[in-house]
């Protein structure tokens, strides 16, 4: 049987009847929607058979070198993405393959609790399944969770998050406080974004009368402790080393006016322009509903608040997936026609997303269709192993008495975390950066006098060594325009005084 035959003859769920508790509307949910596990099978496969088919973005390398040096938190992020790259190379033997599985699975459970979030406002099972189809074929979403990085467990905990908070209004239950305050916890281990949904559904509960006793339950103060015990690390972490996720967000705000310019079209073509209707009827949806107007007041205040704030263009992206259940049971029964017509819909927007938000293209492909001004992540997943080769042919061309006492500097984490991925197998030694975290983990070793620099900056080598030569200039061979390509490799000789007093200058917290 087809999906389509499957939705079609399923008989209608009946919708849960608000304020009836939750738990057995659980068995009830998605679990036996047999379409919408198709989708999430569809979304994880997809996400699958290109998993490999370019290579590692920057910031996987980054926090597969993380992985190596765990901490409490780290400088620009908290350290639950580096554990999940730290384990996922233990369990996988430290393949690209075994890294992408991970987003992958994250994108079939997004789907997944996107329908039952569907089934819980009251959608029918044609109703959880366009829910479920909208997720997958969102193109942020495609692109996203192709690859691992602080965005991978951030969405998983809104979604997890915004479900639960929808089994709280469902069920007037204020025991679902203490989960909701877990799941947001967990989400503020990989980024502090989900803080914005918490203050968002705050303000929601406040805002609407029939919810508001709710915020008087002794539920919310044990969710809100745990929460906070399980956020503390990081803070105590930034605490302790000066604050520096405050010079990060102070570099990032430098992009914050042109952030602004982007952001409403952003909304449009992030989420793809043939959701848009779906997503706004949800909005409106929620807005006007008696028992979930929490999550409508909710999801519009993060997407304004990220607007305000300058934030980058698809930080509220996680809270569609709550709009997109809510439109979902906004179209009331679809009959057979037009729930075709959307599915076709939706597949063609998928099909044309893909192009630009996942590797399906030939790398070499991207110099005449350069998809990767659109999607960023795309140029960054070529040439890693080529620049790390051109690195090391550097490197050994030295004499042996200036091996000897050469080190390998990287000017950003992408390029230190290729080295640090690749070096070995070039038989170059441990690569350092001023970048970030990478900084904390310097100085090079007090008898390394020499070093070989890629794209560091060249009046910060000249001040801190007597001679620098540039040697090498990085192509990719494929004529991708990209942040690496053409960047600058140096030779600098003479360190002027010791590690210990020049590292502070290299320092690059962005």
């Known amino acids: 049987m087809t999906v389509m035959e499957t939705i079609m003859t399923a008989t209608p769920a009946q919708p849960v009847a608000p304020r009836a508790f939750a738990g057995r509307a659980f068995t009830n949910c998605v679990f036996t929607n047999r379409a919408v596990w198709l989708v999430a099978a569809a979304a994880f496969g997809l996400e699958m058979a290109v998993s490999a088919r370019y290579g590692y973005v920057r910031d996987e390398l980054y926090f597969m070198a993380s992985g190596h040096h765990l901490a409490l938190g780290g400088v620009d992020q908290p350290e639950l993405t580096p554990l999940l790259a730290r384990l996922d190379a233990l369990v996988t033997g430290n393949t690209l393959v075994g890294l992408r599985a991970l987003p992958a699975l994250a994108f079939a459970a ?3 609790c996107t329908a039952s979030m569907a089934r819980l406002l009251g959608a029918d099972r044609r109703g959880q399944f366009v829910a479920a189809l909208a997720t997958a074929c969102c193109a942020d979403y495609l692109g996203t969770l192709h690859e691992l990085t602080t965005t991978t467990p951030d969405f998983v905990c809104w979604a997890v998050a915004l479900l639960l908070v929808t089994r709280l209004l469902t069920s007037g239950d204020p025991r679902w406080w203490l989960a909701v305050g877990g799941a947001a916890g967990v989400g503020m281990t990989a980024k502090w974004n989900i803080g914005f949904l918490v203050g968002g559904v705050l303000l929601g509960f406040a805002c609407t009368p029939s919810a508001r006793p709710l915020l008087r339950s002794r539920y919310l103060l044990f969710g809100a402790v745990l929460f906070a015990l399980l956020a503390a690390p990081d803070f105590v972490w930034q605490a302790a080393h000066g604050w520096p996720n405050f010079a990060v967000f102070h570099a990032l705000q430098r992009s914050a006016w042109g952030n602004r310019l982007q952001y409403w079209p952003g909304q449009v073509l992030y989420t793809s322009i043939v959701l848009v209707p779906l997503w706004v009827r949800g909005a409106a949806w929620a807005l006007r509903s008696a028992v979930y107007r929490p999550l409508g007041i909710a999801a519009v205040a ?5 607007f305000v704030l300058g934030g980058k263009t698809y930080y509220p992206d996680a809270v569609y997936m709550f709009l997109f259940a809510a439109g979902a049971v906004s179209l009331g029964t679809l009959g057979a026609r037009p729930l075709r017509r959307r599915v076709a819909l939706y597949f063609l927007a998928a099909a044309i997303s893909s192009v630009i938000s996942l590797p399906l293209l030939p790398a070499a492909a991207l110099a005449r269709f350069p998809a990767q001004k659109i999607n960023y992540d795309l140029g960054e997943e070529i040439g890693w192993p080529s620049q790390v080769r051109l690195l090391a042919g550097v490197w050994h061309s030295l004499p042996s008495s200036e091996r000897l006492r050469a080190t390998v500097l990287a000017g950003n984490y992408g390029e230190a975390g290729a080295a640090d991925r690749y070096g070995a197998s070039f038989g170059l030694p441990r690569v350092y950066s001023g970048a970030n975290n990478f900084w904390l983990w310097g100085p090079p070793p007090a008898g390394d006098t020499v070093a070989v620099a890629i794209n560091v900056n060249p009046t910060l080598l000249q001040r801190e060594f ?27 000789t003479g360190l002027r005084s010791s590690w210990a007093a020049a590292w502070p200058a290299f320092r690059d917290y962005s």
């Open 110 to 112: 997004m789907v997944l």
């Open 466 to 492: 007597a001679h620098v030569t540039q040697v090498a200039v990085f192509r990719n061979g494929l004529n991708v325009s990209d942040d690496e390509e053409g960047v600058r490799v140096y030779l600098a």
């Open 302 to 306: 993060v997407i304004c608040a990220q």
